[in-house]
């Protein structure tokens, strides 16, 4: 009897505290997991408007860039935590080590020989209203053309006066 009452209460402690993942905005990327209790969440009425910088290299070029996941955490939690749409705006500036994770998947394959894992996530963010730009400075320094760029990501003159300007606009770093 003592192991029954010990499993039943595992069970029941285990079924309380699953871990449900959910995708509110960007689906299969970026998961949060539902929480069983009562949290402090933003305030829906606010505007906000976030700037996610990424630099750094990876280098295993056949899995998903790190930080594209990890944006997408950033906008499906605002989204789970009540922040309607309409007051959620977001944009991603991708430089130096980063900027080869635009690259469409003919380029992607001439250099990396293989596809572009990143390009499905890329398709959502723009779903979602997501701006994506990449560093034309980035861009030059490691030999890339505009036309091996993926459809939808914006290239600006330099990482410096792309987030400049976005924080001149009202945009804050998340960093």
């Known amino acids: 009897m003592k192991y029954l009452s010990l499993f039943?209460?595992?069970?029941?402690?285990?079924?309380?505290?699953?871990?449900?993942?959910?995708?509110?905005?960007?689906?299969?990327?970026?998961?949060?997991?539902?929480?069983?209790?009562?949290?402090?969440?933003?305030?829906?009425?606010?505007?906000?408007k976030l700037l996610a910088e990424a630099y750094q290299g990876q280098e295993d070029?056949?899995?998903?860039?790190?930080?594209?996941?990890?944006?997408?955490?950033?906008i499906n939690a605002h989204a789970y935590a009540g922040v309607p749409d309409e007051k959620f705006n977001m944009a991603v500036v991708l430089f130096s080590g980063s900027a080869y994770t635009v690259l469409n998947n003919e380029e992607y394959n001439k250099r990396f020989g293989m596809d572009n894992p990143n390009l499905e996530l890329f398709q959502r963010f723009q779903e979602a209203g997501v701006d994506v730009f990449v560093c034309g400075q980035s861009m030059m320094?490691?030999?890339i053309l505009p036309?091996?760029?993926t459809e939808g990501i914006k290239i600006g003159s330099s990482r410096i006066t792309i987030s400049s300007e976005l924080m001149?606009?009202?945009?804050?770093?998340i960093f």
């Open 141 to 143: 320094k490691q030999n």
């Open 8 to 48: 039943f209460f595992l069970f029941i402690s285990h079924s309380i505290f699953a871990q449900q993942k959910v995708f509110p905005v960007i689906q299969d990327y970026g998961f949060i997991i539902e929480m069983p209790f009562e949290v402090i969440n933003p305030d829906p009425n606010l505007d906000f």
């Open 61 to 74: 070029k056949s899995e998903l860039y790190g930080m594209l996941d990890y944006f997408a955490r950033v």
């Open 168 to 173: 001149a606009r009202g945009y804050i770093s």
């Open 147 to 149: 036309e091996n760029i």
